[in-house]
């Protein structure tokens, strides 16, 4: 792995635990919460999965979510440590990897450098892949049906249609700023 890569993939990782400063929405009925770190995930797979590979923003998914469970309380509210991952949420966390990973796939095999492009990716990794893993778990932890946790979920979808546009728009805008084919040299 290049140089270049470990600090792209470190810096994104640090942008998820800026994300978390912002505190966290809490809904009456889910003891899941809104946060904006979902919106990290879209950015990590839109810029650094399209522009190194998917592989580096599930990598930068992968230290954040290490580094929270070394403790380091880096989820929104503050929370960190092994505990996060046996709570109703840990099914979405898990699926950040797999989303930053499939954003960053999709881009790059459609060479993603439009906003309905983004928007496809960003919805199918952001949306999608973190949902299909996140709701059984969330599930299997409330000890409710998958159907309950999928009505559950639907309260966080106008948000994250929300995240996937901005990241969206924000992505379109980098890649036009540093073109995709062009590296950044550190």
Not at 12 to 40: D, E, K, N, R, Y
Not at 96 to 106: D, T
Request: proline residues 6%; aromatic residues 8%.
């Amino acid at each position: 792995m290049k140089v270049n890569h470990i600090i792209y993939v470190s810096m994104f990782a640090a942008i998820m635990g800026v994300l978390g400063i912002l505190p966290p929405i809490p809904l009456a009925f889910s003891p899941v919460p809104i946060t904006m770190q979902t919106f990290g995930v879209m950015l990590a797979g839109s810029l650094l999965g399209s522009r190194f590979g998917p592989k580096y923003a599930a990598l930068s998914q992968m230290l954040f979510l290490l580094l929270v469970m070394a403790g380091v309380p880096l989820l929104s509210g503050g929370r960190g440590g092994v505990g996060v991952f046996f709570t109703p949420s840990a099914g979405f966390l898990v699926g950040w990897i797999a989303g930053a990973y499939v954003i960053g796939y999709v881009c790059q095999r459609m060479k993603a450098v439009s906003v309905s492009k983004m928007l496809l990716a960003n919805a199918i990794g952001g949306i999608l892949v973190i949902y299909v893993i996140g709701i059984p778990i969330q599930a299997m932890i409330m000890q409710i049906s998958v159907g309950e946790a999928a009505i559950l979920s639907m309260a966080f979808l106008p948000g994250d249609c929300l995240k996937v546009t901005i990241a969206s728009l924000i992505a379109v805008k980098l890649h036009a700023a540093i073109p995709v084919n062009r590296e950044v040299r550190v």
